[in-house]
């Protein structure tokens, strides 16, 4: 059985690889960058792949963060789109550490990392503005993809301590930074304080 469930997480970690960078070419990325990327998709399930049961939402973060930028945003420089795949805001467990990421990428996309502020940061807000636009679209990107899947995780607290940040601080930014984005986040916040209110009625 253990075996099986092996054979699926490397089986779904492969497809994730592979949409991965044909969204890379589709969207235009130079095939250099397109290596990066890969390079960038495996290390970042290196902490998942050990870890993280095969259903959890986190498994597939990586490959999703990178490609809600090429879909949603279009092409960048790949050491932001490599960076969205090794980036992660939720969990500190499956951050690849910093000198891992220059080490393996280049200090290009670790400095693109060390940018990106953390959800809880008391400047978060003018931190992520201050941040050069690409920068920031990774952030939002790879934040969102957390968001959209913040229901799978059954804890009340967070669900509304998230749901009060995203508010204030992740929508607003969207809504400087893209239009696309932005149209997401407005979704999900409203369906997700829809969920929150019938809960508090449960309760």
């Known amino acids: 059985m253990q075996v099986g469930a092996v054979r699926l997480d490397v089986q779904r970690g492969t497809a994730m690889a592979l949409s991965v960078t044909r969204a890379a070419r589709t969207a235009g990325v130079p095939e250099q960058g397109v290596e990066l990327i890969g390079r960038a998709h495996a290390l970042g399930m290196e902490p998942r792949t050990a870890t993280v049961d095969e259903h959890d939402a986190a498994y597939l973060h990586p490959g999703r963060s990178v490609l809600v930028l090429l879909r949603d945003v279009g092409a960048l420089r790949s050491e932001v789109l490599a960076a969205a795949a090794v980036h992660d805001s939720e969990d500190p467990a499956l951050r690849v550490p910093l000198e891992k990421v ?82 997401r986040y407005r979704h999900w916040y409203r369906t997700f304080g829809r969920r929150l209110d019938r809960f508090e009625d449960l309760v």
Do not use: F, N, Q
């Not at 978060?124 to 229901?151: G, I, M, W």
């Open 102 to 183: 220059g080490g393996a990428l280049g200090e290009a996309v670790a400095s693109v990392v060390e940018s990106i502020p953390l959800p809880g940061d008391e400047r978060l807000t003018e931190r992520l503005v201050l941040l050069d636009s690409e920068p920031r679209l990774a952030a939002l990107a790879e934040r969102l993809d957390h968001l959209r899947h913040a229901h799978l995780r059954e804890d009340p607290t967070w669900w509304r301590a998230v749901h009060a940040e995203a508010g204030k601080v992740w929508l607003p930014v969207a809504e400087r930074t893209h239009p696309r984005l932005a149209g």
